[in-house]
């Protein structure tokens, strides 16, 4: 029950990011990703990938690159190519956004 209640709290943050409400998304997710990473690998890499896609809204050196790296990771340890392909393609725009697109 307690991974059903944390699916749904994520479903929450994630309306809460489409209503705009981005720092109280943000809030939830932050708590939600140590949760989910112990229980629920797919949730937790499309938490990292969401909450990426979130902070780099916000701020600009905010580690949205890294979030993605780590939902790419994920996604690529379930065998998900085609959603380990788009954290990929969202942690280089990130990285180019900050001026870091041609470090290895």
Known sequence: ?????????YNIAYLY???????????MMRVLASILKI??????ALLQFDLAG?????ESECG???LAQQGYDGFH????RKR???CLAFSAMAASQIGRAFEG
């Open 1 to 9: 029950m307690p991974l059903l209640v944390t699916q749904a709290d």
């Open 17 to 27: 990011y489409l209503r705009g409400s981005y720092s109280r998304a943000i809030a």
């Open 39 to 44: 229980g629920d690998a797919y949730h937790h």
């Open 54 to 58: 979130t902070v780099s809204g916000i």
């Open 64 to 66: 949205a690159g890294e």
């Open 77 to 80: 340890k379930l065998g998900m």
């Open 84 to 86: 380990a392909q788009k």
